[in-house]
């Protein structure tokens, strides 16, 4: 993949198979013993800025700048969109997204400053549907962009960080840079 690359997670449960996201809005699954992509990924269409693997490595997820998707992919199928994650990105910083350690659950931070929790439980039983009608539940959680959400490994924690850069004229926006933690 050419241009420069945002993540390079590892594939679980394959040694060498790792996928790679560029600020370029190209995605791809590549193997250390194999030159060039071994499936290419289609769906972004700004600069990827974060992506992850599901624990068994069968969904991929990705998120980028300036888009209000977080496309999940089958990396079984010849990478197709199961899911598609609508959330509110007007922003090129990155907007960080999150996955419970169960996998039941996927958090993301908006630009308005709300933060979304989608369940992701009954979500391998829909294919190839967008905006799918999974719950979603959004709660006010800062006053400016909410940039950064991270689950705790084994608590039910969820911490958030907002704040971006503000060019300040008048009458400008409430400016808050903060991080929280939420209990569940």
């Known amino acids: 993949s050419s241009g ?13 198979l790792f996928g790679a ?4 809005s ?9 030159k060039g992509v071994l499936m290419p990924f289609y769906g972004p269409q700004h600069g990827v800025t974060q992506i992850l ?27 197709s969109v199961l899911h598609t994650y609508h959330r509110d990105v007007q922003t090129n910083q990155r907007i960080q997204f999150d996955i419970n ?11 308005d400053g709300t933060v979304l929790l989608f369940d992701l439980s ?3 039983s829909v294919v190839n ?15 400016d962009t909410v940039n950064g959400v ?23 926006e409430t400016e808050e840079n903060s991080l929280k933690i939420w209990s569940f």
């Open 150 to 172: 991270s689950f705790h490994p084994y608590w039910g924690l969820l911490a958030t960080v907002s704040g971006r850069r503000h060019f300040h004229i008048e009458d400008s």
């Open 53 to 79: 693997f599901s624990k068994d490595g069968n969904r991929l997820y990705c998120g980028s700048r300036m888009e209000g998707e977080i496309y999940c992919f089958d990396t079984r199928y010849n990478g």
């Open 129 to 143: 549907q967008e905006d799918d009608g999974m719950s979603e539940l959004r709660f006010e959680a800062h006053t």
């Open 21 to 24: 996201g560029c600020y370029n």
């Open 26 to 34: 190209t995605v791809g699954l590549y193997s250390s013993q194999i």
């Open 4 to 16: 420069i690359n945002a993540e390079w997670p590892l594939r679980p449960g394959v040694d060498g």
């Open 122 to 124: 009954g979500e391998q």
């Open 101 to 111: 350690k169960s996998e039941s659950m996927l958090a993301t931070g908006n630009h």
